[in-house]
């Protein structure tokens, strides 16, 4: 199995720009299609991006497209999350996640993955 620590996250300003980090040990995260998720105050998790195990593939919310970007660094068992133009609806934890589950439709689905960090907080003020 593999273990994921999320780092990156903070407090910013609206309009501004962070950077997650997900770093994976134990098995290789290679071997693994990894998602972000984030889970906002009073709200239910929701997926944000998802990428293939090569990361030739890429998925995202609706509500990120466009700002947010998904990328891996397989050598390096590293996943990233670069965050451009937040806003204050983008406040939340921020969870990667890891799934043997084939990249596809199920890839925005939480129950899928089995293996979670435990997550970083984004604070964005107006």
């Known amino acids: 199995q593999v273990q994921l620590v999320e780092s990156g996250g903070g407090r910013v300003q609206a309009g501004d720009s962070l950077r997650l980090s997900c770093l994976g040990s134990?098995?290789?995260?290679?071997?693994?299609?990894v998602g972000w998720f984030r889970q906002g105050p009073g709200k239910e998790r929701e997926f944000v991006a998802g990428?293939?195990?090569?990361?030739?593939?890429?998925l995202y919310a609706v509500s990120v497209k466009g700002r947010f970007t998904i990328s891996r660094d397989n050598p390096n068992n590293a996943i990233y999350l670069q965050m451009n133009n937040l806003n204050s609806e983008d406040t939340a934890v921020y969870h990667c996640a890891a799934t043997v589950s084939t990249f596809g439709s199920d890839t925005s689905t939480p129950s899928k993955y089995a293996f979670w960090g435990q997550g970083t907080q984004v604070t964005v003020s107006t």
């Open positions: 990428i293939s195990r090569s990361g030739d593939r890429t």
């Open positions: 134990g098995r290789t995260a290679s071997g693994y299609v």
